[in-house]
């Protein structure tokens, strides 16, 4: 074993070893700081520097007794060219909102060259259209602040898995419509130009269909999360409702209630095993897509279930760079180069 190491460490050396632009061996003993017996080796430059800013205050929601902020962090390809943008929502079941979740995904895409801006969002006992009014806020910033970030404010997607899914298509199936757009930079339109979900929510009045009886009937109660989010909770004279006591509600609150033909393109992505949200959400959105003519795409992956190891794999990361890529476009020449204070050390 030790035998094998050896080699394999003197392969990579010898890959490593310092040589000049000519191709020949440099004269290492002039380097300053040589020593005899010291390795001496050359960068092989692949990767380009990303810049992480944390903490950021995208929108602050004022109360009568509070000041709520939301937070994104952002990352930035550190380059002179003008970038499309993605905003990734997280999932935790309307509940929670850990926005600093999936690094494998948001670091790709940034690889790939997109500035990646990742959102907590107001979750339940807020109600809707709250994360939905958040989801918005977070692009209108992003485009208020494309030039300081180095965005094309033109070419932006937005990116979620699970009730983060349900927020990107929520986002993405309202373009147009103001009456959802509420906080800062009101100047500013919340369009997006390309959605990912990630085994997502697009109905909120079915969303355990095709799963079993003892499943389905979690979702006909009062205190399931998706009946908080449209109805609150039980409170005073009011004792709670299911989504199925208040349909009309439940779809004007859901991606698939706002389908007619505008929508920008769509990446729809579930695992066939999934025992949360069930895969026919994301089938019929895919459908009443198609329906209107929409730019849709639809991956039904076997053996994935709900938020599992399937999710982090090369493959499925890839897919959602390319589809990005395909939409949005590649970086281009003429941004302005973006600096980070302190950045440099």
């Known amino acids: 074993m030790k035998t094998i190491f050896k080699i394999s460490m003197a392969t990579a050396l010898l890959s490593l070893s310092a040589v000049s632009s000519s191709g020949a061996v440099a004269d290492d003993t002039q380097l300053l700081g040589y020593s005899k017996g010291a390795t001496v080796i050359s960068p092989k430059i692949e990767n380009g520097q990303i810049d992480t800013i944390g903490g950021i205050i995208y929108s602050q929601i004022k109360g009568l007794r509070h000041n709520r902020a939301l937070r994104m962090t952002v990352l930035i390809p550190r380059d002179n060219k003008l970038k499309p943008a993605i905003i990734y929502f997280p999932g935790g079941g309307f509940t929670s909102a850990d926005y600093e979740k999936y690094t494998e995904m948001r670091m790709a895409l940034a690889k790939a060259g997109f500035v990646v801006a990742a959102c907590e969002y107001r979750t339940v ?13 977070a692009v209108r910033f992003l485009k208020e602040h494309a030039k300081e970030f180095g965005i094309d404010a033109e ?12 927020v990107s298509q929520m986002v993405g199936a309202t373009n147009g419509e103001k009456k959802w757009d509420a906080g800062d930079y009101l100047n500013q339109n919340s369009d997006v130009q390309a959605v990912v979900s990630i085994y997502g929510i697009s109905d909120l009045r079915n969303i355990g269909e095709g799963h079993p009886e003892n499943i389905r009937k979690v979702h006909d109660s009062a205190a399931v999360t998706e009946a908080l989010l449209i109805n609150g909770p039980a409170f005073r ?44 959400q994301s089938k019929q959105m895919y459908e009443a897509l198609k329906q209107k003519n929409v730019d849709a795409q639809y991956i039904l992956m ?5 938020g599992d190891i399937s999710w982090y794999q090369p493959n499925v990361i890839n897919a959602v760079v390319e589809f990005f890529k395909a939409k949005l476009g590649e970086p281009k020449e003429g941004g302005v180069k973006t600096t980070v204070p302190g950045g440099n050390l």
């Open 302 to 306: 076997r053996n994935a279930k709900h």
């Open 125 to 137: 006992p807020n109600k809707f259209p709250a994360l939905l009014q958040d989801g918005k806020a």
């Open 237 to 280: 004279d009011f004792p709670g409702a299911s989504v199925l006591e208040t349909p009309e509600k439940a779809l004007d609150s859901s991606p698939i209630g706002h389908v007619d033909g505008t929508e920008p393109p769509f990446l729809l992505m579930h695992g066939a095993e999934d025992p949360l949200v069930s895969p026919v």
């Open 155 to 166: 070419r932006i997607g937005v990116l979620g898995d699970s009730a983060g899914g349900y």
